[in-house]
């Protein structure tokens, strides 16, 4: 029996009593995951990336473990949430625009301790201080930089459009009008090179492409590396109680922790390693989080119906951002119908050996966007369901 098949087993024995769908994390994977991260990042802290995991069980399970510390957020009502749950630090990484967010943090001691905000321009800064309604706690904040690879003069730019913040001065400027202004405090510096650990580079028939995304990343960690030594030397002039500079994620966690300027690496979808992270030469993990649908219907020889399934993740629209049909093994979307709201006919001769009623199951696109389709995950071990957690939504908390 193949590794895949044995897995599928052990599923469908946990779950043998509970009727799909059903979302499950298979504990013995998430904590290996867990650990090759860790040796990854050979001894600098992982900040978890919670809009990858999206339950807070988990999210404890992981900062349980050494070699973690720390959340990485991402909206300022999911932070506070956090904080006011225990979690005592916390760094949103996106700006946001959340009045009400903002006048609860600077009114509370013990969440402007636990809360750094991030940003990016002095408009931020001024929106933050038109929300306090009143409240005098010093507001924790990081900068974002620009990672962006910029080619040709500017003419080429290979990266996400994040920061405005590109170069050392723009930063040293920002970090400046942070020290003056009274109510705030500069203690970090956040930087994400998603086209190096978010773009895998070994991308299955397609040798070319694989091969041009690894001279590009290469080029771009190279720049990266010089560029944000810099910009953490000129900010430091400006604010030498800076106490992080956090990098990276689950792609490039070996090579972003080998900066001497970072001090703590990102990274959260390599603990669930989503079909996404399938395309890494830097590290294999173990896919760890699965759903699975029932069969209900038969259409005819190698073809299956299950319920429902078309679970898209978030991205530039392509097949990439679909789930993917794993087990059992050989089966494919019907391409004139992809996986559907309502149902989806699965091809293929593993078709043949299903009944109305079994489980088909799936690996989702991307990491924690699975959790806001299910409001519980089983967390398996073996062949058992161990412990039933509800996700964010099961909380009733869909922060986005």
Same mark, same amino acid.
């Given at each position: 029996?193949?590794?895949?098949?044995?897995?599928?087993?052990?599923?469908? /024995?946990?779950?043998?009593?509970?009727?799909?769908?059903?979302?499950?994390?298979?504990?013995?994977?998430?904590?290996?995951?867990?650990?090759?991260?860790?040796? /990854?990042?050979?001894?600098?802290?992982?900040?978890?990336?919670?809009?990858?995991?999206?339950?807070?069980?988990?999210?404890?399970?992981?900062?349980?473990?050494?070699?973690?510390?720390?959340?990485?957020?991402?909206?300022?009502?999911?932070?506070?949430?956090?904080?006011?749950?225990?979690?005592?630090?916390?760094?949103?990484?996106?700006?946001?625009?959340?009045?009400? =967010?903002?006048?609860?943090?600077?009114?509370?001691?013990?969440?402007?301790?636990? @809360?750094?905000?991030?940003?990016?321009?002095?408009?931020?800064?001024?929106?933050?201080?038109?929300?306090?309604?009143?409240?005098?706690?010093?507001?924790?904040?990081?900068?974002?930089?620009?990672?962006?690879?910029?080619?040709?003069?500017?003419?080429?730019?290979?990266?996400?459009?994040?920061?405005?913040?590109?170069?050392?001065?723009?930063?040293?400027?920002?970090?400046?009008?942070?020290?003056?202004?009274?109510?705030?405090?500069?203690?970090?510096?956040?930087?994400?090179? =998603?086209? @190096?650990?978010?773009?895998?580079?070994?991308?299955?028939?397609?040798?070319?492409?694989?091969?041009?995304?690894?001279?590009?990343?290469?080029?771009?960690?190279?720049?990266?590396?010089?560029?944000?030594?810099?910009?953490? /030397?000129?900010?430091?002039?400006?604010?030498?109680?800076?106490?992080?500079?956090?990098?990276?994620?689950?792609?490039?966690?070996?090579?972003?922790?080998?900066?001497?300027?970072?001090?703590?690496?990102?990274?959260?979808?390599?603990?669930?390693?989503?079909?996404?992270?399938?395309?890494?030469?830097?590290?294999? !993990?173990?896919?760890?989080?699965?759903?699975?649908?029932?069969?209900?219907?038969?259409? !005819?020889?190698?073809?299956?119906?299950?319920?429902?399934?078309?679970?898209?993740?978030?991205?530039?629209?392509?097949?990439?951002?679909?789930?993917?049909?794993?087990?059992?093994? =050989?089966? /494919?979307?019907?391409?004139?119908?992809?996986?559907?709201?309502?149902?989806?006919?699965?091809?293929?001769?593993?078709?043949?050996?299903?009944?109305?009623?079994?489980?088909?199951?799936?690996?989702?696109?991307?990491?924690?966007?699975?959790?806001?389709?299910?409001?519980?995950?089983?967390?398996?071990?073996?062949?058992?369901?161990?412990?039933?957690?509800?996700?964010?939504?099961?909380?009733?908390?869909?922060?986005?």
């Amino acid at each position: 029996m193949s590794d895949r098949a044995a897995d599928r087993a052990r599923y469908d /024995r946990a779950t043998a009593d509970l009727d799909a769908p059903v979302a499950v994390v298979d504990l013995e994977a998430f904590d290996a995951n867990a650990a090759d991260l860790v040796r /990854r990042a050979g001894g600098k802290p992982i900040r978890v990336a919670s809009k990858s995991v999206r339950c807070r069980a988990l999210l404890e399970r992981v900062l349980g473990r050494e070699g973690f510390a720390g959340i990485m957020s991402y909206t300022l009502a999911e932070s506070v949430w956090l904080a006011r749950s225990g979690f005592d630090d916390v760094l949103l990484a996106y700006p946001s625009a959340d009045r009400a =967010g903002y006048a609860e943090l600077a009114s509370d001691p013990k969440l402007a301790a636990a @809360v750094t905000v991030m940003v990016d321009d002095v408009a931020q800064l001024d929106l933050i201080d038109s929300s306090r309604a009143g409240g005098s706690e010093i507001v924790r904040v990081c900068l974002e930089m620009d990672t962006s690879l910029r080619m040709l003069g500017g003419r080429v730019r290979v990266g996400a459009l994040r920061s405005p913040l590109h170069q050392p001065a723009q930063l040293a400027a920002l970090a400046g009008e942070v020290a003056r202004r009274p109510g705030f405090r500069l203690v970090g510096i956040m930087a994400y090179e =998603g086209h @190096v650990a978010g773009v895998g580079d070994a991308i299955a028939g397609r040798p070319l492409r694989s091969r041009a995304i690894r001279l590009m990343q290469a080029r771009a960690r190279g720049e990266l590396a010089a560029r944000r030594a810099a910009v953490v /030397r000129a900010v430091r002039e400006v604010a030498p109680g800076l106490e992080f500079v956090n990098g990276g994620g689950t792609g490039s966690v070996q090579s972003t922790a080998a900066e001497d300027a970072v001090t703590e690496i990102a990274a959260g979808s390599g603990l669930y390693v989503p079909r996404l992270f399938d395309n890494y030469t830097s590290f294999r !993990g173990r896919p760890a989080a699965l759903f699975a649908q029932p069969v209900v219907r038969r259409p !005819g020889v190698g073809v299956v119906t299950v319920l429902g399934g078309g679970y898209p993740a978030s991205g530039a629209a392509g097949a990439d951002r679909l789930p993917v049909p794993y087990l059992p093994e =050989g089966l /494919r979307y019907d391409p004139q119908e992809g996986p559907g709201e309502v149902q989806t006919p699965l091809i293929g001769s593993a078709a043949d050996d299903l009944l109305i009623g079994d489980k088909v199951w799936f690996r989702h696109a991307k990491a924690g966007e699975l959790c806001e389709r299910f409001d519980t995950l089983r967390l398996v071990e073996g062949d058992r369901v161990v412990a039933t957690v509800p996700t964010y939504r099961g909380e009733g908390r869909t922060f986005l």
